[in-house]
C-alpha cells in the first residue's frame, strides 16, 4: 500500500513560481507511474505531468509545457512539481498520483489508483 503526501501549495502572484512536493512512502516500487493532477471546483480532474519511474523524460499538459518541471528524487522517495511564470488560470488543487499499471492514460485519470490528500494553488 502507497501513501502520498503532497505539500508546497500556496498563493502567489502572477508571474511567480512555487514548488510542489508529494513524499511517497510504503511500497512504492510496485508503482509504474507517477503523476502530478490538477482540478478547480467543478471542473475535470486534469493531467500536468506523467512519467515512468523507469526513467524518461516527463510529459507535459499543453498548458503547462515550458513552465513546470516534473521529476522524482529517488534518494528521498519526493515527487516534485517546479512550478514558474504562473497564471491565474494555474489556481486549483494539485494532486500527486501513483499507479501500478504498465499503461496510462491522463485523462480520464481513472488508470491511477492512489492519490494524495492534494494542495491547494492561487495565483491572483
Known amino acids: 500500500h502507497v501513501q502520498l503526501v503532497e505539500s508546497g501549495g500556496g498563493s502567489v502572484q502572477a508571474g511567480g513560481s512555487l514548488r510542489l512536493s508529494c513524499a511517497i512512502s510504503g511500497r512504492s516500487n510496485e508503482n509504474y507511474f507517477l503523476a502530478w493532477f490538477r482540478q478547480v471546483p467543478g471542473g475535470r480532474r486534469e493531467g500536468v505531468a506523467v512519467?515512468?519511474?523507469?526513467?524518461?523524460?516527463?510529459l507535459y499538459g499543453d498548458s503547462v509545457r515550458g513552465r513546470f518541471t516534473a521529476s522524482l528524487d529517488a534518494a528521498t522517495n519526493t515527487l516534485s512539481l517546479q512550478m514558474n511564470d504562473l497564471k491565474p488560470e494555474d489556481s486549483a488543487m494539485y494532486y500527486c498520483a501513483a499507479s501500478r499499471r504498465k499503461r496510462v492514460v491522463t485523462n480520464p485519470p481513472s488508470t491511477f489508483e492512489t492519490w494524495g490528500q492534494g494542495t491547494q494553488v492561487t495565483v491572483s
Open positions: 512519467f515512468a519511474r523507469a526513467g524518461g523524460s516527463p
